[in-house]
T-cell receptor
């Protein structure tokens, strides 16, 4: 299983872009990179995912390096409501059944006024 | 759609008691999951199901049982509660296929004393 490494915590000023890095140096060719976040005491919320191309949706952008060993989640204009724990996950398939999402400790992002 | 719902929100159990955590989804998703989250930690997969009648163990299945008699419901059973099972439990579902996002319920906070 590919493991991910994220900083324990980060701060970002409100209105500025938040760039959250993730290292996944042992990722294999068929593994996706997912990002979820968890706002205090709530269930995790899906943000974005990608395989090798950069992706963008209404919430964020995902930049994956060409060698796929690292990625960056970008929240373009962070608000106070973006304060949460952000999880970078590399998905492993179990015999083509189900999806084993391994949630590590994540990065605690604090958006400051 | 209500999405993924869980009951109860909170529960206190005595050691040795049993209980069932309920999870229901109304999105007609094939895949359903149970995770637990200990304080300050990431999520760990307990059990998952790829469809009605099919369940399988995750990373930490000991002390738990599940069933999946319908597409909508995926209850988690604790037979002999232990203090080590004090945790927040999240149920999730996904449609199917690779790259599919998981939708999480609001969680059940369980304390065993």
């Amino acid at each position: 299983d590919a493991k991910t490494t994220q900083p324990t915590s980060m701060d970002c000023a409100e209105g500025r872009a938040a760039n959250l890095p993730c290292n996944h140096s042992t990722i294999s060719g068929n593994e996706y990179v997912y990002w979820y976040r968890q706002i205090h005491s709530q269930g995790p919320q899906y943000i974005i995912h990608g395989l090798k191309n950069n992706e963008t949706n209404e919430m964020a952008s995902l930049i994956i390096t060409e060698d796929r060993k690292s990625s960056t989640l970008i929240l373009p204009h962070a608000t106070l409501r973006d304060t949460a724990v952000y999880y970078c996950i590399v998905r492993v398939a179990w015999d083509n059944y189900g999806q084993n999402f391994v949630f590590g400790p994540g990065t605690r992002l604090s958006v400051l006024p | 759609n209500a999405g993924v719902t869980q009951t109860p929100k909170f529960r206190i159990l005595k050691i040795g008691q049993s209980m069932t955590l309920q999870c229901t989804q109304d999105m007609n998703h094939n895949y359903m999951y149970w995770y637990r989250q200990d304080p300050g930690m990431g999520l760990k997969l307990i059990y998952y199901s790829v469809g009605a009648g099919i369940t399988d163990k995750g990373e930490v299945p000991n002390g738990y049982n599940v069933s999946r008699s319908t597409t909508e419901d995926f209850p988690l059973r604790l037979e002999l509660a232990a203090p080590s099972q004090t945790s927040v439990y999240f149920c999730a579902s996904s449609h199917e296929g690779q790259g599919d996002e998981q939708y999480f319920g609001p969680g059940t906070r369980l304390t065993v004393t």
